[in-house]
């Protein structure tokens, strides 16, 4: 297992073999390289600590414990937190994580995850339920298994339909689960408990009148200085740092703050594509990033993606996402990480800004908000075999919308079925982002920083009624005001577009589709309607919903043969 994750932390290893536990980490060190070794074990050998993730207020809590410290490492105030308040110690927490905690005189153990969940914790339980393993990442799970995984079709075919809100509770690899974010898990001789200890609580909807301008005004202020302090916290370092630059609202503004060296993807032919014909990528990135950059004064690399590479990029980031590639834009997250780990260890990212600020222009359209099933048709679904029931998108749909309703959420008028939308967003597609930005930053040994994850933003952000969020036929209404005068004018008032992708890479995705075709997977044989999808193989021209289709069955094609997946 360990050998599995040695991506994840080139800085050092451990291990701690201890009654009723076995414990590994590798680590890649960002504060105090010697003093924050793990496992670390509280001084009275009690408690055993395991570790992934930055607290950003660490220092802070130092203040309020009690504690013998010894190091410098957030990883010592982590142990000392759970000694002191236990399971509450996850409310004071302001960073992202994922840790476990042996307790060896109780023979217990406590994992946590934080709110967003920026970190990953894989985890598999034993069929009496009285063992437990559990892992960054679901291949060294599997890894331990020692036989070939089966998969879990209910998780495959989520990952077909409805790919943006997969991989959030279940891995595709049979027996192997994800702790929910903003989730606990407590392990003894009894089994496991889950429970949840935090949850998106924006403003009711059937009050949601908006805000008068001066509120609105007093509320971006507020979060105008609440961004600076958030992107303050995550330069703590004793490493170089960066970030992703889109020239997008998000990355800029960490960047008006950070000024850091900054990358951005450059796929060939994005200058004269016609963004008019795309769903989610609405202009060309360059122009904006290079403007922001001359604004600032900060280093920029363009970080170039040959269409001629992109066949094996394909197989790549299949077998560093075991929970499967469910964007095309996660190739250019890879070709970023990998660029950026030749010079710094960690990168700022403006991941869960458009989730948390009502950044997605289809809220404001109300089919899309109409119901779940809308937004898995308007990016489309990859056609399933008979077998596997008769609308797949439709019970996908009809699930997350119980979801949602379990969380309160109702449907009834426009306002509730954008709050309702808006809770499926943060708790399933922010999630997958998440995960994708982890695990791809990840296996080039970097660190990806979310400043928007910060505890107070956050808070701040659920004040925000989706009514003044949406002002005007404008997303991210009060993040923009926020922004203004700040930033040049072009990118404050620029739509939201997402991380782009290679537009004309038709075909080469053909091309790889026939090979698929020609000898499938058995995995990919009984859970795809290749009857369906083979004409789009041969198309002259395919839509961006076709393209995205071939896409993520040449990523399951590759995801099955490396890790010998048995089908169902």
């Known amino acids: 297992m360990q050998r599995k994750l040695a991506h994840r932390g080139p800085d050092g290893t451990g291990e701690a073999f201890v009654d009723g536990a076995a414990l590994a980490c590798t680590r890649l060190a960002m504060v105090d390289h010697d003093g924050g070794a793990q496992p670390m074990v509280s001084p009275d050998g009690r408690w055993t600590l395991v570790y992934s993730g930055e607290v950003y207020n660490h220092l802070r809590l130092r203040t309020a414990l009690d504690w013998p410290f010894r190091t410098r ?15 509450a110690c996850v409310g004071r927490l302001n960073g992202m994580f994922s840790f476990f905690v042996w307790d060896h005189q109780q023979q217990r153990g406590f994992a946590a995850r934080d709110r967003l969940g920026v970190k990953p914790f894989a985890y598999a339980l034993g069929a009496d339920g009285r063992e437990l393993r559990f892992a960054s990442e679901a291949k060294a799970l599997v890894a331990a298994a020692g036989c070939p995984p089966a998969a879990d079709p209910d998780a495959v075919i989520e990952y077909l339909v409805a790919p943006c ?9 049979a027996g192997v689960r994800y702790l929910p974010p903003g989730h606990t898990l407590s392990f003894d001789r009894d089994g496991a408990d889950i429970k949840r200890w935090w949850s998106w609580a924006p403003p009711a909807a059937d009050d949601d009148d908006g805000l008068a301008a001066p509120a609105t005004t007093t509320l971006a202020f507020e979060l105008r200085e609440h961004l600076a302090t958030a992107v303050g916290r995550t330069l703590q370092a004793d490493a170089p740092l960066g970030l992703f630059l889109s020239g997008g609202l998000d990355s800029s503004a960490i960047a008006s703050y950070a000024r850091l060296p900054s990358f951005t993807v450059v796929f060939e032919g994005q200058a ?3 963004y008019a014909r795309s769903t989610i990528v609405c202009s060309d990135d360059t122009p904006f990033a290079h403007l922001l950059r ?11 993606v040959p269409r001629a590479e992109i066949a094996g990029d394909l197989a790549r980031i299949a077998i560093a996402n075991d929970a499967l590639p469910a964007w095309e834009q996660e190739i250019a997250q890879h070709r970023l990480a990998q660029a950026a780990a030749r010079s710094v260890k ?5 991941d869960a800004a458009d989730e948390t600020h009502y950044g997605y222009h289809f809220l404001l359209d109300p089919i899309a908000t109409s119901d779940p099933a809308a937004i898995l048709h308007r990016l489309g679904s990859v056609p399933i075999a008979a077998a596997w029931g008769k609308d797949p998108v439709a019970a996908a749909g009809a699930r997350y919308r119980e979801l949602a309703e379990a969380a309160g959420e109702r449907w009834s008028t426009p306002r509730q079925r954008v709050r309702a939308t808006t809770r499926l967003i943060v708790e399933r597609w922010l999630p997958r982002l998440l995960h994708n930005g982890d695990i791809h930053t990840m296996a080039a040994s970097l660190e990806a920083r979310v400043p928007f994850a910060d505890i107070d933003l956050l808070q701040l952000a659920q004040r925000v009624p989706p009514a003044a969020a949406l002002r ?23 739509r939201k577009s997402a991380l782009p992708k290679d537009q004309g890479v038709q075909a080469v995705y053909q091309e790889e589709a026939r090979r698929v075709l020609r000898e499938p997977p058995a995995l990919v044989r009984d859970m795809v309607d290749l009857r369906r999808l083979a004409p789009l193989a041969d198309a002259p021209l395919l839509t961006e919903s076709e393209r995205a289709q071939l896409f993520r069955v040449i990523c399951l094609a590759h995801w099955a043969g490396h890790y010998d997946v048995r089908s169902p």
């Open 73 to 87: 490492s957030d990883t010592e105030t982590v142990l000392a937190a759970f000694a002191r308040w236990g399971s």
């Open 165 to 173: 809100f997969s991989g959030v509770d279940r891995s595709p690899f």
């Open 272 to 274: 004269s594509y016609d």
């Open 294 to 304: 001359d604004h600032l004064g900060i280093a920029g690399t363009d970080v170039a």
């Open 346 to 350: 960690a990168v700022l990212v403006g």
């Open 472 to 494: 005007d036929g404008v997303e991210k209404h009060v993040l923009r005001e926020a922004l203004r005068h700040r930033l040049p004018e072009r990118i404050r008032s620029r």
